[in-house]
């Protein structure tokens, strides 16, 4: 549920044009306070009063947007759900940004179109089955647990770097900064990873990484 709520607050922010950076700076907020209610009066406070401190009109474009995401998709929260779902909204902000929309539609076209049943003779008919009978298609990891590969860092935050899985621009591929990690240059550096876990949420395939020296 926390990664369907992300998602589709990553999908307003991405769709407004929000700067990961100004959204990273109201995470950065909720999570100095621990409190949802300071979170909104914060939020407010800066399109109300924001002028004052902050001289782009885009900037506060920005929060105007962030704010009314949030009170969309995560009003009614408590801290500990508020602050995962915002901090992986923001990842996939990242990952948006970093993925032209021109392949994730090329990724959508191959789901090919599911044909028109064929007539079936009255004599043969059986009774349909139900469709929660049916077992869900799970996606393909291309990388498996303990495999090592390089990728680019494409971009980052103050909790994790994305790498690039080259040739499957779908996979959202996650290292953590943790001590040994170097503050890898964004768009600039590559990484030598390994998988550690993989798994799947909301239709995307998620690669949790360790540094591999």
Excluded at 126 to 134: H, K, R, V
Excluded at 193 to 208: D, F, N, P, R, T
Aim: glycine share 4%.
């Amino acid at each position: 549920m926390i990664f369907t709520t992300a998602e589709q607050l990553a999908a307003d922010l991405a769709g407004s044009s929000v700067d990961p950076n100004e959204a990273q700076k109201a995470l950065a907020y909720l999570r100095s306070k621990r409190d949802p209610k300071a979170f909104f009066t914060y939020l407010h406070a800066i399109v109300k009063d924001g002028r004052v401190v902050i001289r782009s009109n885009q900037t506060l474009d920005y929060y105007r947007e962030i704010l009314a995401a949030c009170q969309r998709h995560l009003t009614g929260m408590d801290y500990d759900e508020m602050v995962q779902t915002l901090g992986w909204a923001l990842r996939l902000l990242r990952y948006y940004r970093n993925v032209p929309e021109a392949v994730r539609k090329a990724i959508e076209a191959e789901v090919p179109p599911i044909a028109p049943p064929k007539p079936v003779p009255v004599d043969h008919l059986e009774p349909a089955s139900s469709q929660n009978d049916q077992p869900s298609a799970a996606l393909k990891s291309p990388k498996q647990v303990g495999d090592i590969f390089t990728g680019k860092v494409i971009d980052g935050d103050d909790e994790i770097f994305l790498i690039e899985v080259l040739g499957h621009p779908n996979v959202i591929a996650i290292l953590k900064r943790e001590p040994g990690v170097p503050n890898y240059r964004l768009q600039k550096d590559s990484a030598r990873v390994e998988v550690v876990s993989v798994e799947q949420k909301a239709g995307k395939m998620i690669l949790h990484l360790k540094r591999k020296k």
